[in-house]
Structure formats: C-alpha cells, structure tokens
C-alpha cells in the first residue's frame, strides 16, 4: 500500500497522458477554448495592469503604503512591514504574484516560516485588472466588476483578522533591508519582462487545465452556473468564462466571487510552483483560499441586495 501512494503521482500522471492520447481531438478542443480566452480576456486584461504594477512595486511603491498604513495594517494583521507590503500588492497584483513574494520575502529573512504562512491565507489574491476587468467584462458590467472587487477585499481583510494570531517578536525574522527602488529608465523594461513571463504562465495553466476539463463530459450535463462552478474549481480563468451570457443576479455574482477567493487547483498549482526551495507549507493557504471564497460569496451576495 505504501509503495502503491508512493507512486500514485507518477501513476496519475501517466493516466492522464494516456486519455489525452486516447482523446485527443477533445483535448485538442479543450486547448484552442483556453487560448480563445486567454486571448480574448486574460491578456488584454491581465498583461497592461501586470505591468503597472510590476513598475510601481520596482520603483517602491509597496514600501512607501507599508510606511504610510503600516501601524494600522500592523495592528489589524499583527504583520510585519514586509507583510504589510504583502498586503498590498495581493489586492493589486493578483495570483500568484504574492505567493512569489512572500516566498522572496521568506528566502532573505524578512519574514518567519509561520508569518509567511498567515501571509499567504489572506494576501495571494485575485487582482483588480482581472476582476473588474475580465470577471466584470463577462458581465459587460463594470458595476459587477467593482462589487466583486469590494467583497473579494472585505473577505481578505476578514480572513486575515481570523488568522493574526499573536504579534511575533521582530527579532525572530532577521534584519534585512528591502531592496532600493529602481529608476524608471530600469524598472520599466524588467516590469514588462516579468509581466510577460507571469502572464504566460497564467495562460498554460489555462490552457492544460481546459484541456483536462474537456475530458470531463459530466460536467456538460450540469446546469450552466453548476457548470461554471465546478469548471472554476479547477481553473479561475474558465470557470469565470463559463459564467457569459448569466445575468450578473445576486447568486450568480456571489458564485463568482466564490471562485475568485477561491483561485482554482491551478492557482494551487501555481502557488507550491513559486515557493519551491523555501520551508513555507500551503495547508493554511488551501484553508485561507477555501474561507476568502465563501466570505466572498456570502459579502457578493449581500452587496448586490444592497447597491
């Protein structure tokens, strides 16, 4: 039995490969849907905002929020002024971009194993220029847009209320200064190179996960929201495409904003990807993602009775 879980990864996987073979004009359909979304919403959603941001977080701007709220902040989330600075790029960034940083973070000492841990549960968020962007798009409603924005930060707030804890001696995490801010003349080439990169990666997830979702003929039987439900389970980027054409009620809204908190298994994925080499553990990750989507839920679903 032990050697059989010992191998259970290499099993799964050449089971895979062995259906995408056996079914592979489906798989090749599941593919071409992917990159259809990815051309026709995630990048131009994803890649202008992803290079602003990487631009203002090069050229310092996390550092200069982390001084300006980062008593508050610190009070709230009994967080350091990294953390704070982690803070803030999750809401602006979007996946997985803090689960890179905190792994950087992690790496130089600027954080402890258990900070970068809660850090992870509420701050590797869904951004802004794909909610308000590519969510709220689908619904050709920038109102829906900035509802399910609202309740994706009130929930990330919420969680990391629930996982402060006790405030941690500063001594435990060493003394390392952040790194200096870049000029433009350097900031604005490396933030276009890694805006690139991460979107990229963003959109093979997309593409393999909506290959594999092909695969799945039950999940077309489902009603269309169902559907969506359990397409975004798996993947963030087409279960939020599988949500056009839905008017954006009050439960459709709140199951997309359990998506979103959520992130998909290929933010999961995508996330132990970026944290490879540190001491970091996702168990609180996959409890702080399961708890930002149904707050999430529960925040979308009141808004929309409410505005």
Not at 266 to 272: A, G, M, N, Y
Request: charged letters at 10%; glycine letters at 12%.
């Amino acid at each position: 039995m032990k050697r059989f879980i010992k191998h259970l990864p290499v099993l799964t996987v050449l089971a895979l490969f062995g259906v995408l073979v056996l079914c592979s004009g489906e798989a090749a359909e599941g593919a071409r849907q992917g990159l259809s979304v990815c051309a026709a919403t995630l990048i131009p959603s994803l890649l202008p905002f992803s290079v602003l941001a990487n631009l203002l977080a090069a050229m310092g701007l996390p550092e200069l929020l982390g001084h300006m709220a980062g008593g508050a902040m610190e009070r709230l989330f009994h967080i350091s002024p990294a953390g704070v600075q982690a803070f803030f790029l999750g809401l602006s960034g979007g996946y997985p971009l803090v689960a890179s940083v905190v792994g950087e973070l992690r790496r130089s000492g600027r954080v402890t194993k258990a900070e970068g841990e809660r850090l992870l549960a509420f701050c590797n968020n869904s951004g802004p220029a794909f909610i308000i962007g590519a969510a709220g798009g689908i619904f050709q409603s920038p109102r829906a847009g900035l509802l399910l924005y609202a309740a994706h930060v009130m929930a990330a707030v919420t969680v990391g209320i629930l996982f402060r804890g006790r405030r941690e001696d500063p001594s435990t995490a060493a003394e390392v200064s952040p790194p200096e801010p870049l000029p433009f003349s350097a900031a604005f080439p490396a933030a276009v190179s890694k805006a690139v990169g991460s979107t990229m990666t963003v959109c093979g997830y997309v593409v393999l996960f909506s290959a594999l979702l092909k695969l799945l003929t039950p999940l077309s039987a489902l009603p269309p929201l169902a559907r969506a439900a359990a397409t975004g389970f798996l993947e963030l980027g087409s279960g939020v495409a599988a949500l056009a054409g839905l008017a954006p009620t009050p439960g459709v809204l709140a199951v997309a904003a359990l998506m979103l908190g959520w992130g998909g298994v290929s933010v999961h994925c995508q996330t132990l990807g970026v944290l490879d080499g540190t001491d970091i553990s996702c168990a609180r990750h996959l409890l702080g993602r399961a708890l930002c989507g149904l707050f999430a839920a529960g925040y979308a679903f009141l808004l929309a009775h409410l505005l």
